[in-house]
C-alpha cells in the first residue's frame, strides 16, 4: 500500500505551503507505520531529536517517551525523519515554481502531495521543470502542435496533406519531413513527461530487465581480476551488493561496459515491451495506416531515445545507491563487532611494531596506557640481531613488569611473533603469566601521522607512535581504535567505491554507539573517546581534560558543570554516559544518570540501607519489585533499568578476552597445505562470506557456502570480526595470494570446485549451500574455484591490507 506523505484530504495548505505541526504528525504517522510502532512513540521522539536529544541518550534514558525503541530503531527512525523533511523541501520548491508559471491544478496539486518518494514527486514535476530549448519546444513555437495533437487523435488523416499546412521555411520546417519529425519531437517529449507512463515502465524493469556486462575490447589481460563479468547477464534489481560494485569499479577502470537489457526474453530484438506500454498508455491501437505508421515511430522513438536512457541511468544508478547502502551496513556491522571486541584489560603491555630492514619497533605502556619506555631493535635481517634484542626486551619486560606483548600482524609479524615466543621462554620465570597475542594494526600508520598523534607525542618518531597504538589497541580496543578514522580500520566492503558522506555518517553512528554502550572512564578517557559520548564533541572534550589537567581527577559528575562551555543541556546527554571510579558517590560509577539519584535514595532509605549498601547487593535487588517504585518521573522501564544496574554498576557489556594460537611453521602462503586445520581470527565479514587471518600475512575467504553445514543467507548471524575460529585449508593459489578456507572441518578439498555456481542467464543466483535454486539450471556453468573466492574483492582486500 502506498501511503501519501502529505494527504491533500487531511491537511490544511496556507497557499501552497503546510502547517510545521501538520507536516510533522502526518511524518510520525508514515515513520510509524513503516517501523510498525505506535505513532505516539514517533511522535515523542522527533520531539526529543528536535530539543537537540541524542540517540544514545533517548535509547537508554528516555524508553517511557519512546516506549522502548532501540537505539537500531531510532537510528532509522532519525534516517526517515531526514529524507521525509528533505522530501517537503522539494515539495515546497516544486509547487512554488509550477504555481509561478501559473499552471498548479487542483488535480496536480493533488498528485505532489500524495506524492512518497522524491523519485514521483520528480516525475511529475517534469513536464513543468525549466529545461534547455528542445526539439519539441521549438517546433510548439512554430505552431505545430496543433499537426501533434490531430495526428495522435485522427488516424485516417491525410498526412502529408495535413504536415503541408505548416510549412514555414523561416522556422526551419521547410519540408513536410521537417514539419512531421518536428510533431514527432512534440510527442516524444509529452510521452516522456507522463509520470503515469514512467510508473507503468518501471514496474515493467523492476521486474523484467537484466544488466549485462561484457569486457572493453582489448581489455582482457589488463582487467583479469574482473574476469568473472567479461560476459555476465543477472538481473539488475537482484544483483548483490559486492557483485554490482565489482562491476561499477570494472566500468569505471574501463574494463567493463554495462548496459540494461529490458527485455532479456526477446530474442528477435524487433522491439520492446515497453513500447507495448507506452502505446497502451496512450490507447494507440495501431493498424497499417499511413498516420498509424507514423505514430509506431513515435513510440519507438520515445523508448530508444527518450525513456530507455533514462531508465538505464536511473536503474543503474539505483543499483548503486542500494549496493552502496549494503556495503556502508556491512562495513559498519564490521566496524562495531571490532569496537566491541572484548580487552585484555588495564595489564602493562609491551608492543611490537614488526619491521625487516628499518627493525622491530618497541613501546611499553603501564596499565593506565601511559607510554613508559620505548626502543627499536634489529632481529632480522639483514642486521640480525636476534640474541641482542631477546635480552633488550627481556630486560624492559622485566623492569616494567610486563603482562601482555602485543605483536603487530604486518610485515615480519610472524618473525617476530617467533622473537616474542623466545622472549616468553627467557623471562617466564620472573613473570610467569606474559602472554603474547597477534594484534591487527589496521589503521596504526593512520594514527601515527595524525595531528593527534602529534599532540600526544610531539617528540616520538612517528614509527614509535605506531606501537604504542599497537599495545593499546589490545588493552582497550574501543579507547585506541576511535583515534582513527573509521574508514581507515580497514573492515569494510569496497569502502573507497561508496558514498565517502555517507559512509563517515554511518560510521560516526556506530562509534558513538559502541563507545556510549561501555561507558566512559571519565579520570582516563582521552579528549578522542570524550568526543564520541554523546552531548560531548571535539571542544567538550578537550576542556574536559583541560579542567582534569588544572584541577585533579573528578571526584563527582556534577563537577562537569565547570567545565568551560558544558552547560546543562551536555551535562544531560553526557552525565549517565562518564564513569567516576571511587567517587563521593557510588552511582557516579554507574550507568544510573543523576536525575534518577533520588530514586535510588529514595529505595535505599525504604530499605533502611545505606546508598553504597545497597550498590551491588544482588540478594536484596533481586528481591524487589519495580512496579513498586513507579514515579509520575520514572515508570517501569526507567526503574527496571536502574535496579539491573544497581546489581552489577558500570558492567561492561563486552565478552571475554580471547585470542587464536597461530600454527608454528605456518608463517607465509606457500607454507598452507589443503587439509590442514588452523586457528585464525575473522577479520572481515561481507554478505559473500568471511575472511580469516591465519597468521600468513594473506588473509583467507571462508565462502558463505562453507560457513556452516545448513544453510546460511547472513554470514553476520554465523560469525563477526573478531571471533577465533578454526578452519580448514580447502585450495591455495600462491601466485595470486588467494587462500580458500572452510569453517567446515569434514569438508573435501574437492567439494570447492563443485559446491559453487553462477548464473549467467537472466535472474541467476549463487548457489550457496545447495540453498537457492537458480533459475535457468540447464544453463548454469560451474564457477572456477578461484573465482568463488572472492574474484575482484579480494584483490581489493589484499590492497587494503598491505
Given at each position: 500500500?502506498?501511503?501519501?506523505?502529505?494527504?491533500?484530504?487531511t491537511?490544511?495548505?496556507l497557499?501552497?505551503?503546510?502547517?510545521?505541526?501538520?507536516?510533522?504528525?502526518?511524518?510520525?504517522?508514515?515513520?510509524?507505520?513503516e517501523?510498525?510502532?505506535?505513532?505516539?512513540q514517533?511522535s515523542?521522539?522527533?520531539?526529543?531529536l528536535?530539543?537537540g536529544?541524542?540517540?544514545?541518550?533517548?535509547?537508554?534514558?528516555?524508553?517511557?517517551?519512546?516506549?522502548?525503541?532501540?537505539?537500531?530503531?531510532?537510528?532509522?527512525?532519525n534516517?526517515?525523519?531526514?529524507?521525509?523533511?528533505?522530501?517537503?523541501?522539494?515539495r515546497?520548491?516544486i509547487?512554488?515554481?509550477?504555481?509561478?508559471?501559473?499552471?498548479?491544478?487542483?488535480e496536480?496539486?493533488?498528485?505532489?502531495?500524495d506524492?512518497?518518494?522524491?523519485?514521483?514527486?520528480?516525475d511529475?514535476?517534469?513536464p513543468?521543470k525549466?529545461?534547455r530549448?528542445?526539439?519539441?519546444?521549438?517546433?510548439?513555437?512554430?505552431?505545430?502542435?496543433p499537426?501533434?495533437?490531430?495526428?495522435?487523435?485522427?488516424r485516417g488523416?491525410?498526412i502529408?496533406?495535413?504536415?503541408?499546412?505548416?510549412?514555414q521555411?523561416e522556422?526551419?520546417?521547410?519540408d513536410?519531413?521537417l514539419?512531421l519529425d518536428?510533431?514527432r519531437?512534440?510527442?516524444?517529449?509529452?510521452f516522456?513527461?507522463?509520470?503515469?507512463?514512467l510508473?507503468?515502465?518501471?514496474r515493467?524493469?523492476t521486474?523484467?530487465?537484466?544488466l549485462?556486462?561484457r569486457?572493453?575490447?582489448?581489455k582482457?589481460?589488463?582487467?583479469?581480476?574482473?574476469?568473472d563479468?567479461?560476459?555476465?547477464?543477472?538481473?539488475?534489481?537482484?544483483?548483490p551488493?559486492?557483485?554490482a560494485l565489482?562491476?561499477?569499479?570494472?566500468?569505471?577502470?574501463?574494463?567493463?561496459?554495462?548496459?540494461?537489457n529490458?527485455?532479456?526474453?526477446n530474442e528477435s530484438?524487433?522491439?520492446?515491451?515497453?513500447e507495448?506500454?507506452i502505446?497502451?498508455?496512450?490507447?494507440?491501437?495501431?493498424?497499417?495506416g499511413?498516420v498509424?505508421?507514423?505514430?509506431k515511430?513515435?513510440v519507438?522513438?520515445?523508448?530508444?531515445?527518450?525513456i530507455?536512457?533514462q531508465?538505464?541511468?536511473e536503474?543503474?544508478?539505483?543499483?548503486?545507491?542500494?549496493?552502496?547502502s549494503?556495503?556502508i551496513?556491512?562495513?559498519?556491522?564490521n566496524?562495531?563487532?571490532?569496537?566491541?571486541?572484548?580487552?585484555?584489560?588495564?595489564?602493562?603491555?609491551?608492543?611490537?611494531?614488526p619491521g625487516?630492514r628499518?627493525?622491530?619497533k618497541?613501546?611499553?605502556?603501564?596499565?593506565?596506557g601511559k607510554?613508559?619506555?620505548h626502543?627499536?631493535?634489529?632481529?632480522?635481517?639483514?642486521?640480525?640481531q636476534?640474541?641482542k634484542?631477546?635480552?633488550?626486551?627481556a630486560?624492559?619486560?622485566?623492569m616494567?613488569k610486563?603482562?601482555?606483548?602485543?605483536?603487530?600482524n604486518?610485515?615480519?609479524s610472524?618473525?617476530?611473533d617467533?622473537l616474542a615466543?623466545?622472549?616468553?621462554?627467557?623471562?617466564?620465570?620472573?613473570?610467569?603469566?606474559?602472554?603474547?597475542?597477534?594484534?591487527s594494526e589496521a589503521?596504526?600508520?593512520v594514527?601515527?601521522?595524525?595531528e593527534?598523534?602529534?599532540?600526544?607525542?610531539p617528540?616520538?618518531d612517528?614509527?614509535?607512535?605506531?606501537?604504542v597504538?599497537?599495545?593499546?589497541?589490545l588493552?582497550?580496543?574501543?579507547?585506541?581504535?576511535v583515534?582513527?578514522?573509521?574508514?581507515?580500520?580497514?573492515?569494510?566492503?569496497?569502502?573507497h567505491d561508496?558514498s565517502?558522506?555517507?559512509?563517515?555518517?554511518?560510521?560516526?553512528?556506530v562509534?558513538?554507539d559502541?563507545?556510549n554502550?561501555?561507558?566512559?572512564?571519565?579520570?582516563?578517557?582521552s579528549a578522542?573517546?570524550?568526543a564520541?559520548?554523546?552531548?560531548l564533541?571535539?571542544t567538550?572534550?578537550?576542556?574536559i581534560?583541560t579542567?582534569?589537567?588544572?584541577?585533579?581527577?573528578?571526584?563527582?559528575?556534577?563537577?562537569l558543570?565547570k567545565?568551560?562551555r558544558?552547560?546543562?543541556k551536555?551535562?544531560?546527554?553526557?552525565?549517565g554516559?562518564l564513569?567516576i571510579?571511587n567517587g563521593?558517590?557510588?552511582?557516579?560509577?554507574?550507568?544510573?544518570?543523576?536525575?534518577a539519584?533520588?530514586?535510588?535514595t529514595?529505595?535505599a532509605?525504604?530499605k533502611?540501607?545505606a546508598?553504597?549498601?545497597?550498590v551491588?547487593?544482588s540478594?536484596?535487588?533481586?528481591?524487589?519489585?519495580?512496579?513498586?517504585y513507579?514515579?509520575d518521573?520514572f515508570?517501569l522501564?526507567?526503574?527496571?533499568?536502574?535496579?539491573?544496574?544497581?546489581?552489577?554498576?558500570?558492567?561492561?557489556p563486552?565478552?571475554?578476552?580471547?585470542?587464536?594460537?597461530?600454527?608454528?611453521?605456518?608463517?607465509?602462503?606457500?607454507?598452507?597445505?589443503?587439509?590442514?586445520?588452523?586457528?585464525?581470527v575473522?577479520?572481515?565479514?561481507?554478505?559473500?562470506?568471511?575472511?580469516?587471518d591465519?597468521?600468513?600475512?594473506?588473509d583467507g575467504?571462508?565462502?558463505?557456502?562453507?560457513l556452516?553445514?545448513?544453510?546460511?543467507?547472513?554470514?553476520?548471524t554465523i560469525v563477526?570480526a573478531?571471533?577465533?575460529?578454526k578452519v580448514k585449508?580447502?585450495?591455495?593459489?600462491?601466485?595470486?595470494?588467494?587462500?580458500a578456507?572452510s569453517m567446515?572441518?569434514?569438508e573435501?578439498?574437492?567439494?570447492?570446485s563443485?559446491?559453487?555456481?553462477?548464473?549467467?542467464?537472466?535472474g541467476?543466483k549463487?548457489?550457496?549451500n545447495?540453498?537457492?535454486?537458480?533459475?535457468?539450471r540447464?544453463?548454469?556453468k560451474?564457477q572456477?574455484?578461484?573465482?568463488?573466492?572472492?574474484?575482484a574483492?579480494?584483490?581489493?582486500?589484499?590492497?587494503?591490507?598491505?
Amino acid at each position: 500500500m502506498t501511503c501519501g506523505i502529505l494527504g491533500a484530504t487531511t491537511f490544511f495548505t496556507l497557499g501552497s505551503t503546510l502547517l510545521p505541526m501538520q507536516m510533522t504528525q502526518n511524518i510520525a504517522q508514515i515513520i510509524a507505520q513503516e517501523l510498525n510502532v505506535r505513532e505516539q512513540q514517533v511522535s515523542a521522539t522527533i520531539a526529543l531529536l528536535d530539543d537537540g536529544s541524542t540517540v544514545p541518550f533517548v535509547a537508554r534514558y528516555r524508553k517511557e517517551a519512546t516506549g522502548g525503541l532501540d537505539d537500531t530503531q531510532l537510528r532509522t527512525l532519525n534516517s526517515r525523519l531526514s529524507y521525509l523533511r528533505d522530501l517537503n523541501d522539494r515539495r515546497e520548491v516544486i509547487l512554488s515554481s509550477i504555481d509561478a508559471q501559473g499552471k498548479l491544478t487542483p488535480e496536480l496539486r493533488k498528485s505532489l502531495f500524495d506524492a512518497d518518494s522524491k523519485t514521483l514527486l520528480e516525475d511529475l514535476y517534469l513536464p513543468y521543470k525549466p529545461k534547455r530549448r528542445t526539439k519539441g519546444q521549438i517546433a510548439i513555437e512554430a505552431g505545430i502542435e496543433p499537426l501533434a495533437d490531430l495526428l495522435l487523435g485522427n488516424r485516417g488523416a491525410d498526412i502529408e496533406a495535413e504536415a503541408g499546412k505548416y510549412i514555414q521555411a523561416e522556422a526551419g520546417f521547410s519540408d513536410t519531413k521537417l514539419v512531421l519529425d518536428g510533431a514527432r519531437f512534440i510527442l516524444m517529449e509529452r510521452f516522456a513527461e507522463d509520470a503515469i507512463l514512467l510508473q507503468k515502465v518501471r514496474r515493467h524493469l523492476t521486474e523484467n530487465s537484466v544488466l549485462e556486462s561484457r569486457v572493453t575490447k582489448g581489455k582482457e589481460q589488463e582487467g583479469a581480476k574482473f574476469r568473472d563479468y567479461f560476459e555476465h547477464t543477472e538481473k539488475l534489481t537482484k544483483i548483490p551488493s559486492h557483485r554490482a560494485l565489482a562491476m561499477l569499479r570494472g566500468r569505471n577502470e574501463g574494463v567493463l561496459s554495462l548496459s540494461m537489457n529490458a527485455d532479456p526474453s526477446n530474442e528477435s530484438k524487433r522491439g520492446s515491451y515497453c513500447e507495448v506500454i507506452i502505446a497502451d498508455h496512450f490507447k494507440l491501437n495501431l493498424g497499417a495506416g499511413d498516420v498509424d505508421a507514423w505514430l509506431k515511430t513515435v513510440v519507438t522513438a520515445t523508448w530508444r531515445i527518450k525513456i530507455a536512457l533514462q531508465m538505464e541511468n536511473e536503474f543503474i544508478a539505483k543499483m548503486r545507491e542500494l549496493a552502496e547502502s549494503e556495503a556502508i551496513n556491512v562495513f559498519a556491522r564490521n566496524l562495531g563487532d571490532l569496537l566491541m571486541a572484548p580487552p585484555a584489560g588495564a595489564k602493562a603491555t609491551l608492543g611490537l611494531d614488526p619491521g625487516l630492514r628499518t627493525g622491530v619497533k618497541v613501546a611499553i605502556v603501564n596499565n593506565t596506557g601511559k607510554l613508559v619506555a620505548h626502543t627499536t631493535i634489529f632481529p632480522h635481517a639483514p642486521q640480525n640481531q636476534w640474541d641482542k634484542s631477546v635480552r633488550t626486551l627481556a630486560n624492559l619486560a622485566k623492569m616494567h613488569k610486563v603482562e601482555l606483548i602485543a605483536v603487530g600482524n604486518g610485515t615480519a609479524s610472524r618473525e617476530t611473533d617467533k622473537l616474542a615466543g623466545e622472549l616468553i621462554a627467557a623471562v617466564r620465570d620472573e613473570l610467569p603469566k606474559i602472554t603474547k597475542i597477534m594484534v591487527s594494526e589496521a589503521g596504526a600508520s593512520v594514527y601515527s601521522a595524525s595531528e593527534l598523534a602529534a599532540d600526544e607525542f610531539p617528540d616520538l618518531d612517528v614509527s614509535i607512535r605506531g606501537a604504542v597504538s599497537i599495545a593499546r589497541r589490545l588493552q582497550d580496543p574501543l579507547a585506541e581504535l576511535v583515534k582513527i578514522e573509521p574508514k581507515s580500520i580497514g573492515v569494510g566492503q569496497y569502502q573507497h567505491d561508496v558514498s565517502q558522506s555517507q559512509l563517515s555518517l554511518s560510521l560516526e553512528s556506530v562509534v558513538e554507539d559502541c563507545v556510549n554502550s561501555v561507558g566512559v572512564d571519565l579520570n582516563m578517557a582521552s579528549a578522542p573517546l570524550l568526543a564520541q559520548v554523546a552531548g560531548l564533541n571535539k571542544t567538550l572534550a578537550r576542556n574536559i581534560v583541560t579542567y582534569r589537567d588544572d584541577n585533579g581527577e573528578f571526584t563527582e559528575r556534577k563537577q562537569l558543570l565547570k567545565v568551560a562551555r558544558l552547560g546543562p543541556k551536555a551535562y544531560e546527554q553526557a552525565a549517565g554516559f562518564l564513569r567516576i571510579l571511587n567517587g563521593k558517590n557510588p552511582l557516579d560509577g554507574s550507568s544510573v544518570h543523576p536525575e534518577a539519584y533520588s530514586l535510588v535514595t529514595a529505595i535505599a532509605t525504604a530499605k533502611g540501607q545505606a546508598l553504597d549498601s545497597l550498590v551491588g547487593n544482588s540478594e536484596l535487588l533481586k528481591s524487589l519489585n519495580a512496579a513498586d517504585y513507579i514515579t509520575d518521573k520514572f515508570g517501569l522501564p526507567t526503574v527496571t533499568d536502574i535496579l539491573a544496574e544497581l546489581d552489577k554498576p558500570g558492567r561492561d557489556p563486552r565478552g571475554e578476552f580471547k585470542t587464536a594460537a597461530f600454527k608454528e611453521g605456518v608463517e607465509k602462503v606457500s607454507d598452507l597445505k589443503p587439509e590442514m586445520i588452523l586457528e585464525g581470527v575473522v577479520t572481515n565479514v561481507t554478505n559473500f562470506g568471511a575472511f580469516v587471518d591465519v597468521g600468513v600475512h594473506q588473509d583467507g575467504l571462508v565462502h558463505i557456502s562453507s560457513l556452516t553445514d545448513k544453510f546460511v543467507s547472513d554470514p553476520h548471524t554465523i560469525v563477526k570480526a573478531g571471533d577465533v575460529v578454526k578452519v580448514k585449508v580447502m585450495e591455495v593459489d600462491a601466485e595470486r595470494k588467494r587462500i580458500a578456507l572452510s569453517m567446515r572441518l569434514d569438508e573435501k578439498p574437492s567439494e570447492k570446485s563443485t559446491n559453487r555456481t553462477t548464473s549467467k542467464t537472466t535472474g541467476g543466483k549463487p548457489n550457496h549451500n545447495g540453498g537457492g535454486k537458480p533459475q535457468n539450471r540447464a544453463k548454469q556453468k560451474p564457477q572456477p574455484a578461484n573465482a568463488a573466492m572472492g574474484n575482484a574483492f579480494a584483490d581489493a582486500f589484499a590492497k587494503l591490507k598491505k
